[in-house]
């Protein structure tokens, strides 16, 4: 039973809760992805990644956007949303973004000492696969759409966005959802029970507490 339920959460590890399921209307706010991109690997971890278009230019796409922000009494978050929107588009940032998340995550691993640090030291990371999204995406299993979720090998992770249906200005970034993935990718993959809740994630937090 126990390994049969850690096969079931392992499957629905997810980070930031945005909705319930019949209640928000997604707006991709650096436009619709290219499902037909091909994959590439990071320069230095040679982590397997797909960016799906969003690793090219898109100033139309973010004008239209910061000005619908606005529109929606969301001044104070337009200029962190345009200059974050306008690093993405670099090509060489988002494999960036996922290889400094997998050295923040190890640092925090490797310098507990112990079973921490040799899970660390074993992690494969050939065999994770990030997922740019356009938009927070459904679960069904939680019946709620998340910004990021891993199975322990698929990372599926929102570019950026904010719920500004409920008036929340927080961006979500692609950065910080890959820092709290990874270290879920990590904890399935080491000997940390997970109680199979959002709030017993280890995320991006240490796991020896440091």
């Given at each position: ?17 945005c909705a319930m399921a019949d209640a928000q209307i ?185």
């Amino acid at each position: 039973m126990k390994v049969y339920l850690r096969v079931v959460c392992a499957a629905i590890s997810i980070f930031l809760v945005c909705a319930m399921a019949d209640a928000q209307i997604m707006r991709p706010f650096l436009g619709e992805p290219n499902y037909s991109a091909p994959d590439k690997l990071t320069p230095r971890y040679g982590i397997r990644y797909n960016a799906r278009g969003y690793d090219k230019a898109k100033a139309k796409k973010v004008t239209k956007t910061a000005r619908w922000l606005e529109r929606h009494d969301m001044e104070s978050i337009v200029p962190e949303f345009q200059d974050y929107a306008n690093q993405m588009a670099l090509e060489s940032q988002i494999p960036e973004w996922i290889d400094s998340a997998w050295d923040v995550i190890k640092e925090k691993w490797t310098s507990c000492g112990g079973t921490y640090a040799d899970a660390a030291r074993r992690f494969n990371l050939r065999s994770l696969y990030v997922k740019v999204e356009p938009v927070p995406f459904y679960v069904p299993e939680w019946k709620l759409y998340a910004a990021g979720m891993t199975d322990g090998h698929i990372i599926r992770a929102v570019n950026v966005w904010a719920d500004v249906e409920k008036g929340t200005n927080w961006l979500r970034k692609f950065s910080d959802l890959m820092e709290w993935e990874i270290g879920n990718a990590l904890m399935l993959s080491s000997s940390i029970k997970w109680d199979g809740t959002i709030k017993g994630e280890i995320g991006n937090k240490s796991p020896c507490g440091k």
